[in-house]
């Protein structure tokens, strides 16, 4: 299996808790991204890592939502006090680099917060 | 602000025929733009790319044009089967140059 992997598959939390998402991009990929989708919307940028830094986190709705990736691979995207609103399905995506390239995605990570 | 509009209608095919699929943007200078196909709770896989100085763009049965005097895309299946049906999407590179701008997505159904 050498796609970009997400876990955990479903994430269920009640409100106010604090959850982390994983994202293992593709062996080799500098470039990494996180959106969000929610029911019957495309995918909704969040944030962009070229290797261990985020390059753009414009996408960031507020400062609940923070993402890091240390090593230069895997990344958690990091939300405090979950909001009903903040359920949606979460989708990780990698490239070779952050250029004008296809992108990779992951599953996602169903997020449901109670 | 920047707009990406896709049929926001499902489209219903029948078998054999040529699908076409709409992306239309407001308020944007892309340099590039990507469709990708999105199976139900999967993530999108992408199909093609086009940039700003292409007219059209061709892979098996796929087909795709990018008018930016329009600021249209139009994305073709010729001879559709049932396999195909899915939700399509178009997104655009956003102002970084790094990430994607995505539309709604249009739902394809191709029936036997």
């Known amino acids: 299996g050498a796609g970009v992997s997400q876990t955990p598959s479903n994430k269920v939390t009640e409100k106010g808790k604090y959850v982390e998402l994983r994202c293992d991009p593709i062996?080799?990929?500098?470039?990494l991204y996180w959106y969000r989708q929610s029911l019957g919307q495309g995918p909704e940028f969040l944030i962009y890592f070229q290797g261990t830094g985020a390059a753009d986190d414009s996408g960031l709705p507020n400062d609940r939502f923070f993402a890091v990736r240390p090593e230069g691979s895997v990344s958690t995207l990091k939300i405090q006090r979950t909001e009903r609103g903040d359920s949606a399905v979460y989708l990780c995506?990698?490239?070779?680099?952050?250029?004008?390239?296809?992108?990779?995605f992951g599953p996602g990570t169903r997020l449901t917060v109670l | 602000s920047q707009k990406i509009e896709q049929n926001s209608e499902a489209l219903n095919i029948q078998e054999g025929k040529t699908a076409t699929l709409t992306c239309n943007y407001t308020?944007?200078?892309?340099?590039?733009l990507q469709w990708y196909r999105q199976d139900p709770g999967r993530g999108p896989v992408f199909l093609l790319l086009?940039?700003?100085?292409?007219k059209e763009k061709r892979k098996e049965r796929l087909k795709v044009t990018f008018d930016t005097t329009l600021k249209q895309s139009l994305f073709h299946i010729t001879a559709s089967q049932p396999a195909d049906s899915a939700t399509y999407l178009c997104?655009?590179?956003?102002?970084?140059?790094?990430?994607?701008?995505f539309g709604k997505g249009t739902s394809l159904l191709v029936t036997p």
């Open positions: 997104a655009l590179v956003r102002i970084s140059g790094y990430a994607l701008n």
């Open positions: 308020n944007y200078s892309p340099a590039y």
């Open positions: 086009i940039r700003e100085n292409e």
């Open positions: 062996s080799g990929h500098t470039a």
């Open positions: 995506a990698s490239s070779p680099s952050g250029t004008a390239n296809e992108q990779f």
